[in-house]
């Protein structure tokens, strides 16, 4: 089994920040990709950003210039550092890792249960 737990969620002020974390734990051999999505009420989940095992990254447009991911593979953990929020940022984000269960065993997405971001005066 695997787990992916979100934690840093919370209410802001607009311009305000907030870090977001993930932890991925149980059976895992390898992870490949880890990322951020959201998903705002009546409205598509979108990528926020995601991060290779080697550190390349890619932002979605809402994430560039203010948003960072990062990760630490020795903890199996991605991070979104989100600065100058605005309430459009408001949605609950969601943890996603593509990474194998054992050896040989084609990868496959798992997703964290969620965590909401409320950006609000």
């Known amino acids: 089994q695997v787990q992916l737990v979100e934690s840093g969620g919370g209410l802001v002020q607009p311009g305000g920040s907030l870090r977001l974390s993930c932890a991925a734990s149980g059976s895992i051999f390898v992870i490949g990709t880890m990322a951020w999505y959201r998903q705002a009420p009546g409205k598509q989940r979108e990528l926020v950003a995601d991060?290779?095992?080697?550190?390349?990254?890619n932002y979605g447009d809402s994430a560039k210039g203010r948003f960072t991911i990062s990760r630490d593979n020795a903890k199996n953990t991605v991070y979104l550092q989100m600065n100058s929020l605005k309430p459009e940022d408001t949605a609950v984000y969601y943890c996603?890792?593509?990474?194998?269960?054992?050896?040989?065993?084609?990868?496959?997405?798992?997703w964290g249960q969620g965590t909401q971001v409320t950006v609000s005066s």
């Open positions: 991060i290779a095992s080697g550190g390349n990254t």
């Open positions: 996603n890792a593509f990474l194998s269960t054992a050896w040989g065993r084609p990868p496959s997405n798992y």
